[in-house]
């Protein structure tokens, strides 16, 4: 498979999204002028992100909808389902849970986990939530290499070692905090407050 940039890997999980909805709404046909205005990416660079998942339809015609959401599927994701584990369930991590599920069918969260008795054994969301001590030998056996984390900041750092330890190849991290692990694991960091605190400084420049 040609190296792709995680920009490039960002829009093409964006143009599904669009084209998802387009398919539910009977659209049939798409033009990359089009899928610009709805994504705010230039044609030209729809038109290269395209090419590199082999979709072989034709802009000047328009791009089959069905088609090219099938083109972007088949290059973004792995055969079958893969499996995803969420290690707290806070409020940040319960929420996670009920809606991950019902947005991406090839992505499946098979586990969860937690340190509080009063969540483990019960099942939310239809998951069952397992004690952290438990991770090995849960995702090993349900197949799982996604982990989000969900937990404190002040256990982040070995709850995010225990996930690797136990198989996990990439982290959606919650935490705010920087995780250190090794090279090959891939981490996608995702700090609320931070991104929160963002959008007040452009909302304040912007009204001054």
């Not at 008795?117 to 952290?132: S, W």
């Not at 090279?183 to 995702?190: C, K, L, S």
């Given at each position: 498979?040609?190296?792709?940039s ?9 143009y599904r999204?669009?084209?998802g909805n387009l398919l539910?709404?009977?659209q049939s046909?798409?033009f990359s002028?089009?899928?610009s205005r709805?994504t705010?990416?230039?044609s030209?660079?729809i038109r ?8 072989s ?8 909808v069905?088609?090219?959401?099938k083109s ?9 389902d ?15 849970m009920g809606?991950?599920n019902t947005?991406q069918p090839?992505?499946?969260i098979k586990?969860a986990?937690?340190t509080?008795p ?7 969301h239809?998951i069952?939530c397992?004690?952290?001590d438990?991770?090995?030998d849960i995702i090993e ?6 982990g ?8 982040a750092q070995?709850?995010?070692?225990l996930m690797?330890?136990s198989?996990i190849t990439?982290?959606l991290?919650?935490?705010p905090?920087r995780?250190e ?5 891939y981490?996608?960091?995702?700090d609320?407050?931070?991104a929160?605190e ?11």
């Amino acid at each position: 498979m040609k190296k792709i940039s995680e920009k490039s890997i960002e829009r093409l999980i964006l143009y599904r999204r669009i084209l998802g909805n387009l398919l539910t709404e009977n659209q049939s046909k798409i033009f990359s002028h089009q899928l610009s205005r709805l994504t705010d990416v230039t044609s030209a660079q729809i038109r290269r992100d395209l090419m590199v998942t082999g979709y072989s339809g034709s802009p000047v015609h328009g791009y089959d909808v069905e088609a090219l959401l099938k083109s972007i599927c088949d290059y973004i994701d792995t055969p079958g389902d893969q499996g995803v584990a969420i290690f707290g369930l806070g409020h940040l991590g319960r929420s996670v849970m009920g809606y991950f599920n019902t947005r991406q069918p090839r992505l499946k969260i098979k586990a969860a986990f937690d340190t509080d008795p009063d969540k483990v054994n019960r099942v939310l969301h239809g998951i069952r939530c397992y004690r952290t001590d438990q991770a090995k030998d849960i995702i090993e056996t349900q197949n799982i290499s996604v982990g989000i984390l969900a937990v404190p900041q002040r256990i982040a750092q070995d709850v995010a070692t225990l996930m690797v330890n136990s198989g996990i190849t990439g982290i959606l991290n919650y935490a705010p905090t920087r995780l250190e692990l090794p090279p090959q694991i891939y981490v996608e960091n995702r700090d609320m407050i931070l991104a929160v605190e963002k959008v007040a400084y452009y909302s304040k420049k912007n009204n001054t």
